[in-house]
Each structure stands twice: as C-alpha cells, then as structure tokens.
C-alpha cells in the first residue's frame, strides 16, 4: 500500500504564490513518475504537471511559465511551486504517482487532495 499526503493548499490573492508538497510513504521499491492535477468545482479533474524519476518535465499549457515541477527522490517527494496565481487556479489540487511495489507490481497512488483558493 501506498500513501500520499499532500499539504500547502492556502487562500492567496491573484498574482501571489504558493508551494505545495506530496509525500509518498509505504511500500515502494521504486517511483516512475508523480505528477499533479486539479479539479475546480463542477468541472472534470484536469492535469497540470508531471515529472519522471529522471528529472522530465511537462505541464498544461495553462500553467507553462507559472508554475514549476520538481521532486526530492530520496524522500519520495514532489513540489509545485506556483506563481503569478490567478482566480482560475483555484481548485482541489491531487498528487498522483506510478509506483512499482514489488518486481511484478505496478500501482497508480492518488492523494486527497489539497485546496487552493485564488481570490481577492
């Protein structure tokens, strides 16, 4: 089993900034990737950003330039960093990670989610 706790979620005003962290914990032999997503009200949950246990990056056109994607592989960890926030950011954001637990197992882990809240 794994677990993935996210945290930093925090009201801010439109062009402010905000990091947010995940942690994964549990039975992990290795992580290939761990990426966010986020889910306004109503609306389908939407990808932001990824990045590999190699250090690739992508992200959502409606982010590239705002925010940035890193990760700590020692600690099982990954990092949004976000910038120049605007009200459309405003969402549940998720942490997601592929991790293989054994040698034949493969899992795709969720966290549950942190809220973010851009307004004036």
């Known amino acids: 089993q794994v677990e993935l706790v996210e945290s930093g979620g925090d009201w801010v005003q439109p062009g402010g900034s905000l990091r947010l962290s995940c942690a994964a914990s549990?039975?992990?032999?290795?992580?290939?990737?761990m990426a966010w997503y986020r889910q306004a009200p109503g609306k389908q949950r939407d990808f932001v950003a990824v990045i590999t246990s190699s250090g690739i990056t992508n992200y959502a056109d409606m982010v590239k330039g705002r925010f940035t994607i890193s990760s700590d592989n020692a600690k099982n960890t990954v990092y949004l960093e976000m910038t120049s926030l605007k009200p459309e950011d405003t969402a549940v954001y998720y942490c997601t990670a592929g991790v293989r637990t054994t040698a034949t197992r493969y899992i795709t882990s969720w966290g549950q989610g942190t809220q973010v809240t851009v307004s004036s």
């Open positions: 549990g039975t992990i032999l290795s992580i290939n990737n």
